[in-house]
């Protein structure tokens, strides 16, 4: 099975490392034999140090950085956008919408990646 995580960003310099460390962790805690994933992150035009953030934990290969230059930052259009391309680029079998303010905690972690 793959997942891909789909997540929505503007001007989350405050939480994104959060949200990302908490969704690592937990995929690392629970990985399962034949569970492939990977972290999708479309910035919105941040303002912030959002962007720099994400650009070094793509430069690492932690995930894969898009840039969404539409400044209307409708969410329900990037996440349609970012689901089907998911979908058709990285082959996932189930894609997970989650906002940059979320963090994967306890139960949480353990039903999504079983």
């Keep these: 099975m793959h997942l891909s995580i789909i997540i929505p960003a ?3 310099e405050r939480l994104i490392l ?3 460390d908490s969704i690592s962790t937990s995929l690392a805690h629970n990985h399962k034999p034949g ?6 992150v479309v910035d919105n035009g941040s303002t912030d140090g959002t962007v720099e953030i994400l650009e070094g ?4 290969g ?3 950085l898009r840039h969404d230059s539409d400044d209307s930052f409708d969410q329900a259009r990037l996440t349609t956008e970012m ?4 979908h058709e680029r990285f082959d996932a079998d189930w894609v997970l919408s989650n906002d940059a303010d979320e963090f994967w905690c306890g ?3 353990e039903t ?3």
């Design 10 to 12: 503007f001007n989350e």
């Design 18 to 20: 959060r949200c990302l």
């Design 35 to 40: 569970l492939t994933t990977e972290l999708i």
């Design 57 to 60: 934990f793509a430069k690492d």
């Design 62 to 64: 932690v995930l894969h």
């Design 83 to 86: 689901a089907m391309l998911a």
């Design 107 to 109: 139960p949480l972690r």
């Design 112 to 114: 999504v990646v079983s």
